[in-house]
């Protein structure tokens, strides 16, 4: 079961007594398409309330739930709404946070990109994986470098970080796939498994520039501890 934000809900209810959901955009839990579910809720209730509809894409159906019904100020009744199955969200790598070399600007964008990927809008996704890229290639060069063409950045790299040849292979690649989404072609406009390879490759990225590191740390210092410890004995 998972919780339906009130932004993927495309149209509520006309009534006066309850706002709730007429219209949800959401991912199938059954075949993963994000579709509209149309609800019609056919009876009334004050504390909880269900009501299923087929998705427009495999047929299947997913149930809904309208539960934890309160008052507001306007003297409407709001609620939460949740669906079931559950499609899995990807979410961002673990252990990514801000530091001094990852922004708060690099983590919403990266938020960004995986929330766009959930959608299903994948032109959208790949866009923003190669918008990111961008962020970590300027963090990684100095101010001089950061405003030639990324292809160009990504060849003047090899010289500033630690980026070996299958990393810089891997960056190019999301930077190809992000233009495939950028620039409008009839015939080529990238798909699930285009932007699921490009989205992936960002996570091996970010994990290997930015958690691996850290990682590496800890393990130091736990042994250094370690060590310390049977020194004391
Ligand atoms: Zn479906």
Redesign the pocket.
């Known amino acids: 079961m998972r919780f339906i934000e009130p932004k993927n809900i495309a149209k509520y209810q006309d009534s006066n007594k309850y706002k709730i959901a007429k219209s949800v955009d959401f991912k ?1 839990g ?2 993963s ?1 994000t ?1 509209n579910f149309l609800l019609v809720w056919d009876s009334y209730n004050e504390s909880s309330m269900f009501t299923s509809s087929r ?1 427009s ?4 159906e997913s149930r809904f739930y309208f539960v934890e019904i309160k008052e507001n100020e306007q003297e409407t009744l709001t609620g939460d709404l949740y669906i079931s199955p559950s499609a899995e969200l990807r979410r961002i790598a673990d252990g990514v946070e801000i530091t001094e070399k990852f922004s708060s600007s690099m983590l919403r964008a990266y938020n960004s990109a995986v929330n766009v990927y959930n959608l299903g809008e994948w032109s959208g996704a790949v866009v923003l994986c190669r918008r990111l890229l961008e962020g970590i290639t300027k963090s990684l060069l100095p101010e001089s470098e950061q405003n030639k063409p990324l292809n160009k950045q990504l060849e003047v790299i090899a010289g500033h970080a630690e980026l070996q040849k299958p990393l810089l292979t891997l960056a190019h690649a999301i930077r190809i796939g992000g233009n495939l989404g950028a620039h409008f072609d009839l015939e080529r406009e990238p798909d699930e498994v285009v932007s699921k390879y490009i989205i992936d490759m960002l996570d091996y990225l970010i994990e290997y520039l930015y958690v691996l590191p850290k990682r590496i740390e800890e393990l130091h210092s736990h042994i250094e501890e370690l060590s310390n410890k049977n020194s004391e004995r």
């Open positions: 199938c059954h075949c398409r579709v998705c894409g495999c047929g299947e």
